[in-house]
Nanobody, 115 residues
C-alpha cells in the first residue's frame, strides 16, 4: 500500500503562491488516484483537488482557477500549486492516495495565509 508524506506548507501573505508536495512510497503509485484535501478546526475535511491515475483532474469550487494539481509518476510525486492565496485558504492540507479499498492519508501540512 502506498504511504504519503506532505511538505511545503508555511505562512504566506494574501495573494502569494505556494506549492505543496506529496511524496508517495510504493511501486504501484501510478495506479492510484491522488487528492489534496484540507481541514480547519470544527469543519469537515473538504476536497481541494484530485487527479486520477489517468490524469483527469477535479477541483473544489473554492479553488477553481487558482490551484492546480499535477503528478509525476516517474518521481512518485503529487503537487498542488496554489496561487492568489486568500486567508480562507488557511487550513491543514492532506494528501490522499486511493486505489480500490486502499486509502492512505498523510499527516498534513499547515498552510496559513495572513497579513
Amino acid at each position: 500500500q502506498v504511504q504519503v508524506v506532505e511538505s511545503g506548507g508555511g505562512l504566506v501573505q494574501p495573494g502569494d503562491s505556494l506549492r505543496l508536495s506529496c511524496a508517495a512510497s510504493g511501486s504501484t503509485f501510478n495506479a492510484y488516484d491522488m487528492g489534496w484535501y484540507r481541514q480547519t478546526p470544527g469543519k469537515q475535511r473538504e476536497l481541494v483537488a484530485a487527479i486520477t491515475s489517468s490524469g483527469s483532474t477535479n477541483y473544489g469550487d473554492a479553488v477553481k482557477g487558482r490551484f492546480t494539481i499535477s503528478r509525476r509518476n516517474d518521481k512518485n510525486m503529487v503537487y498542488l500549486q496554489m496561487n492568489s492565496l486568500k486567508p480562507e485558504d488557511t487550513a491543514v492540507y492532506y494528501c490522499n492516495a486511493k486505489y480500490g479499498v486502499r486509502d492512505s492519508w498523510g499527516q498534513g501540512t499547515q498552510v496559513t495565509v495572513s497579513s
